[in-house]
């Protein structure tokens, strides 16, 4: 019986390990292409900010919908805890620590890129920022 537990709990740590990093490994990818994305853009590219991430995370726009002017309208201001849209509905926390299986899936990923960088920012967001703020929350 005790062994049989042994077993199963070194299998799910194995599953959780595996998972991790292949999901790591998507993160990276995702990363990279942003970062040869911002470097065609801007040949002086030297790499993603977490700061930066920050400050797109919590600063205010104009050029969106009035009712999203900052990431933080929704998403709360702590990554690691839960948000809440407009119409009430809970967003899971962003932070990577909060909510591993985050970012796993590189078109989910921007395909949220492209809503709410539209309503937030009323436009699409540029691969550096996108880099930056992915940093940002893979960070928290």
């Not at 920022?129 to 960070?139: A, H, I, P, S, V």
Request: glycine share 10%; net charge positive.
């Amino acid at each position: 019986m005790h062994l049989n537990r042994t077993i199963a709990t070194l299998l799910t740590s194995l599953a959780m390990l595996m998972t991790g990093t292949s999901q790591a490994g998507l993160r990276e990818e995702q990363l990279a292409q942003y970062a040869s994305a911002a470097k065609a853009e801007a040949p002086g590219f030297a790499g993603f900010s977490s700061e930066r991430g920050k400050l797109l995370h919590t600063q205010r726009f104009a050029g969106g919908k009035p009712d999203t002017p900052a990431c933080t309208t929704c998403h709360g201001k702590d990554p690691r805890g839960a948000g809440q849209t407009p119409t009430g509905k809970t967003i899971d926390a962003m932070a990577a620590s909060a909510n591993p299986a985050r970012y796993a899936d590189p078109a989910k990923v921007e395909k949220w890129f492209k809503r709410n960088c539209t309503e937030v920012l009323g436009r699409v967001c540029k691969p550096q920022e996108k880099g930056d703020w992915l940093t940002f929350m893979l960070g928290q």
